[in-house]
Each structure stands twice: as structure tokens, then as C-alpha cells.
């Protein structure tokens, strides 16, 4: 296990955990809004099972999450597409051969979204109850969009943490302007789609229309399953184990 920092294009320090198995791939993982570079605990399981198998892997704190300095309400998705672009940029640098982008949440609708013609050495895509249609969610519904255009922010709170969050008017704006469903479906790599039927958080009949009009993807919908798989450790054991066939199946 590695600590290490970096900067974003905006100059955003980045903090991040890189485990190295001497592997010529690297999965970076992406964590959801509200959350941080574990997501819950999920992805430290997953570095478990990848280090195991001598696969190498970063998890790393989105600006306005975690161990990072900076504010939730510096929270947009144009930031947090840079936050990725940076973390990109650092793990190539290492000369992986092979990057396998791995979104969670709030963070499967970021990886969507990158500009994956100048990332060539990216071979594939993992979504865990991701949030590509922001509409179709709790959170970025009609009626908070109205209340952060209103009162300029809309103000939540965690149900796991009782924290509370500030939503910027800027970020329920740029709700509105990204499209990631629409960028997936038009993706020509590889994509693995899982999430729960019982999802209160992201709805999951988005996820599964979208995954059955992509090119070259997999679906598993999880009977019961709920956002982030938590109260259930069967079902997250069935998460793990169909990420690690789709990681292998790709780089070998």
C-alpha cells in the first residue's frame, strides 16, 4: 500500500492509495457522492480480492470527499471529471498497460464521461449501481434541481453518517447538462453493469435499458439488491466475484 498526491488542472491536491502487485494492469476506483476513496468499505473489500490475484489497483478521494481539503460545496461534475483525468494521467505515467475504470454510485456516471480518445490504454468499464441518468435518482430529481435554482443550493443528509451536505446550484445545473446513459450506449468498450432491483437510491430500470442498448456490455440485476449492496453480504460477494471474472476476461 501506497499514499500518494497529485494535481488536478486546477490544481486540486489529490490524495490516493495505489497497491502494487507488479501487474500491467490497474484498476482505479470511483467512489460515490458523499462517500470517499473506501465507498463504504466496498472498495477495501475489492483491493482484497484484487491484490489476491496480483492485480493492481488506486482508490482515491474526489475533491470535497474523504481526506481532500477542500469543501463539499467545491463539489461539480466538471471538477470531478478532472479529478479522474488527473488520477488517469498519474497511474499512466506508471506505464500500466492495461486501466480498468471502475465507478460506483455518483462516480459511474463520472467515468462515463471522460474524454476516453486520449486515455487509449483504458480497455474497460465497471458499474456498480451507477448513476448515469441523474434525473432518475433521489437526489438530482425535478424537485431539488427547482430548490437549488430557487434558494441557489439544496441542502441533504446521509442516511449511513447523518452528515450533512450543501448541493451547490452549479452542481444540480450541471445535472442537467451530462448525459451519461447517452455517452455509454455509444461506447464501444467493454461494460459491466450490476445493480440491485431494490435500489431506492438510483432506479434501476435505467440501468438495465441502458446496458441492453450498449455495445458489448453485461448485466447482472440483483433480486433485492439495494444501492451499494450493504445489508446484504451475499449479494456483495456475487459483486465481487462477477468484477473479478469481467477484470480478468479483459486483460488476458
Known amino acids: 500500500m501506497e499514499k500518494i498526491r497529485y494535481k488536478t488542472s486546477d490544481n486540486i491536491e489529490l490524495n490516493g492509495i495505489l497497491e502494487r502487485n507488479n501487474s500491467n494492469t490497474c484498476v482505479i476506483m470511483c467512489h460515490g457522492i458523499r462517500s470517499g476513496k473506501e465507498e463504504h468499505g466496498n472498495f477495501t473489500k475489492l483491493v482484497e480480492i484484487l491484490n489476491s490475484n496480483n492485480i493492481d489497483s488506486i482508490r482515491f478521494d474526489f475533491r470535497g470527499h474523504g481526506e481532500n481539503n477542500t469543501d463539499f460545496s467545491q463539489v461539480t461534475i466538471d471538477g470531478e471529471i478532472k479529478d479522474l483525468e488527473a488520477t ?7 506505464r500500466y498497460k492495461n486501466i480498468i475504470l471502475l465507478g460506483a454510485s455518483f462516480g459511474g456516471g463520472i467515468i462515463s464521461l471522460i474524454d476516453f480518445k486520449k486515455y487509449t490504454n483504458v480497455k474497460g468499464l465497471i458499474l456498480w449501481y451507477p448513476c448515469i441518468v441523474y434525473k432518475g435518482t433521489d437526489l438530482f430529481c425535478k424537485e431539488n434541481l427547482n430548490k437549488a435554482l430557487e434558494e441557489g443550493f439544496f441542502e441533504t443528509k446521509s442516511m449511513r453518517t447523518g452528515k450533512k451536505y450543501i448541493f451547490t446550484k452549479e452542481l444540480m445545473v450541471q445535472t442537467t447538462k451530462y448525459k451519461p ?15 440491485g ?10 440501468i438495465e435499458k441502458c446496458a441492453n442498448q450498449c455495445k458489448n456490455a453485461k448485466l447482472f440485476i440483483i433480486e433485492n439488491g439495494t444501492h451499494g449492496f450493504f445489508d446484504n ?7 465481487l466475484d462477477r468484477t473479478l471474472e469481467y477484470i480478468i476476461s479483459i486483460v488476458n
Open 88 to 94: 488517469i494521467d498519474t497511474v499512466s505515467n506508471i
Open 181 to 195: 446513459y447517452d455517452l455509454l450506449i455509444n461506447n464501444p468498450l467493454p461494460k459491466l453493469f450490476i445493480h
Open 197 to 206: 432491483n431494490n435500489d431506492k437510491n438510483v432506479y434501476y430500470k435505467n
Open 233 to 239: 453480504e451475499e449479494h456483495f460477494k456475487f459483486v
